[in-house]
């Protein structure tokens, strides 16, 4: 009883529970269940609409970007090698595009969290005129509501047709194809949860025991016991860009929280101003320990998903590793702002050490992704 007061019906949780029970049975090695909301839960037809609508480039103003345009499933669900996402008109964002591997798992979406769950983001970049560019969800709903395929499919999954369809109904199958993308049983967990000890590479071995030791990233990139997602889910000032908005900091934060009150649209401001981009998760919170933070990054597959950071100004895994062990700084004889969060440190490792934490990152891939 005490669920149907929640709105949660004893049918749902039982589904949910056996398609659990099932999961478990097929999850690739090193992961975890995957979280599925009981007011959207999986199913096969749902996901295949999912991924049909998350491949559609009408659902742009010009006809030329789908979602798969900045997560192409043969780059790792990313447009790598680009340091910014490209939109209609071939725009250029702000941000670098986090890879949809693995995005399930995550406490909250986007690189300043600013949507709590798979549904809520898959709307916006829609409307984003640097992504798909449109000024509303009419275009979208005319074609799912019209083209015959959809019209199926809308019916089948949702027992909606015509107006009934909404875009929730959109967002909530394109969430649902993308709680399929998840990738681990890479050599690392054969070796660390199989325990084949040959799965990974000497150097790796040795990466393995700098991760977790004098780099100390396994602060941030979480490894538990039984499986290992790679983030904390926290925000953290890593110095990344800051210095853009450092000086003007006080005059632009107050601006950005002003316009914010007024209605500004969060999503359009961070990806379409680089200062503004800057100011990381305070843009959500406004508090000012959020200032210039962002996502920690699940490191899976991270071998092809280069360039990194929220802006992609660093090329190659090598380039993350020296900034870290400099102390978040491409040089050492940058000032250290006074937001950055005070685990970043100079770590002052080896070449060799450096060099066999990045050999163990690329033990990371996983087998469908590995090039």
């Not at 008109?89 to 300043?112: C, E, L, M």
């Not at 549904?119 to 009419?138: A, C, I, R, T």
């Not at 002052?348 to 590995?370: H, I």
Request: charged share 25%; hydrophobic share 35%; glycine share 8%.
């Amino acid at each position: 009883m005490k669920l149907k007061r929640y709105g949660v019906s004893l049918l749902a949780v039982a589904v949910l529970a056996s398609w659990a029970v099932a999961q478990e049975a097929t999850l690739p090695l090193g992961l975890p269940s995957v979280p599925v909301p009981v007011d959207n839960l999986q199913d096969e037809v749902k996901i295949q609409l999912g991924d049909k609508l998350f491949h559609d480039k009408r659902f742009s103003s010009d006809g030329t970007v789908s979602c798969a345009t900045c997560h192409a499933r043969e780059k790792a669900f990313t447009d790598s090698p680009l340091s910014v996402s490209e939109g209609v008109g071939k725009q250029k964002g702000t941000r670098n595009a986090p890879t949809v591997i693995n995005a399930a798992y995550n406490h909250s979406q986007f690189w300043d969290g600013r949507e709590p769950d798979l549904e809520s983001q898959s709307g916006q970049p829609f409307l984003n005129p640097v992504e798909h560019g449109l000024k509303d969800y009419g275009p979208i709903l005319k074609i799912v509501r019209s083209d015959p395929q959809y019209k199926k499919l809308f019916r089948q999954v949702f027992g909606k047709s015509g107006d009934e369809i909404t875009i929730r109904d959109v967002e909530k199958a394109i969430a649902s194809f993308e709680r399929t993308i998840i990738s681990g049983d890479s050599p690392f967990d054969r070796y660390y949860y199989g325990g084949d000890k040959k799965a990974m590479s000497e150097a790796a071995i040795r990466g393995l025991q700098v991760f977790v030791g004098q780099g100390r990233c396994v602060s941030c990139h979480t490894i538990t016991d039984t499986h290992a997602l790679f983030t904390d889910n926290r925000f953290h000032n890593l110095g990344v860009g800051f210095s853009l908005v450092d000086k003007d900091l006080k005059e632009m934060a107050t601006a950005f929280t002003r316009a914010r009150q007024e209605g500004a649209s969060v999503d359009i401001a961070v990806l379409t101003n680089k200062n503004s981009s800057e100011l990381g998760r305070f843009a959500i919170t406004g508090q000012w320990r959020d200032i210039g933070a962002f996502k920690t990054p699940g490191l899976r597959n991270v071998a092809v998903t280069d360039p990194y950071m929220h802006d992609g100004s660093l090329e190659t895994l090598d380039d993350v590793v020296e900034f870290y062990n400099l102390g978040g700084r491409l040089d050492e004889s940058e000032p250290i702002n006074s937001f950055q969060s005070g685990g970043i440190r100079p770590l002052n490792l080896s070449d060799a050490q450096k060099d066999d934490l990045v050999e163990f990152m690329r033990a990371l891939t996983s087998p469908e992704f590995r090039k």
